[in-house]
């Protein structure tokens, strides 16, 4: 079985500070983990991806075998980083994209 | 075109009505998803469609049923609902592999309300 687990329902920082948004996982195989977004009123989206090891929008995340985790960092938050973060993960099963429950980051000004 | 669209965007019914929820994607995406998301709660993965085969079904009651017609297409009826089937739906696509191959596009959702 496959599982996510994001341990902060709300984050609220004020805008200019780190911002850190955990995510452990639970699968036995080697997993692909994803960061989806949704800013308020619109659509779910794909923010990044582990294997593409890039930076979107200044937040970066890295795929920690070790310790089950894919945890997403910004050094500087911003105001329009306010929204709702799920992290996903994608077995071996290749379909099945299971998300956490959701952090809510509140970036205050 | 690189949306996916959901129609209606609300639905209101009864628990002896029969309904279908409508997704259309024009961006050569061959796997299709329906989430089921309550408020407050992630998206949970209802059924999944890979080229126009039902390839996952997450063992949802049987008054949802999926149709796939074509590649562009992907439907959910529904039949004899109960209150607590009351949710956002969402549909996504995406390449053929699935998440391990590309992004899952998501479209608005169908916010339904079952009385």
């Known amino acids: 079985a496959q599982r996510v687990t994001q341990p902060e329902k709300l984050l609220s920082v004020f805008k200019g500070a780190p911002v850190e948004l955990k995510c452990n996982y639970s699968y036995s195989g080697s997993p692909e983990l994803f960061w989806y977004v949704q800013y308020s009123r619109q659509r779910l989206q794909l923010l990044l991806r582990?294997?593409s090891r890039e930076s979107i929008k200044g937040f970066t995340a890295d795929l920690n075998k070790g310790e089950t985790s894919f945890h997403l960092k910004k050094p500087f938050a911003q105001e329009e980083d306010s929204a709702m973060y799920y992290c996903?993960?994608?077995?071996?099963?290749?379909?099945?994209?299971?998300f956490g429950g959701g952090t809510r980051l509140m970036v205050k000004p | 075109d690189t949306e996916v669209t959901q129609t209606p965007k609300h639905l209101v019914m009864g628990m002896t009505n029969k309904k279908s929820l409508k997704c259309e994607q024009h961006m050569g995406h061959r796997a299709m998803y329906w989430y089921k998301q309550k408020a407050k709660k992630p998206p949970e993965l209802m059924f999944v469609y890979s080229y126009e085969k039902l390839s996952i079904n997450e063992s949802v009651p049987s008054r949802f049923s999926p149709e796939c017609p074509n590649s562009s297409l992907l439907n959910l009826h529904l039949h004899a609902l109960q209150p607590e089937d009351s949710a956002l739906y969402l549909c996504?696509?995406?390449?053929?592999?699935?998440?391990?191959?590309?992004?899952?596009?998501f479209g608005e959702g169908s916010r339904l309300t079952v009385l």
């Open positions: 582990h294997i």
């Open positions: 996903a993960l994608s077995g071996q099963a290749g379909n099945m994209l299971t």
């Open positions: 996504a696509s995406s390449l053929p592999g699935g998440p391990n191959t590309g992004e899952l596009f």
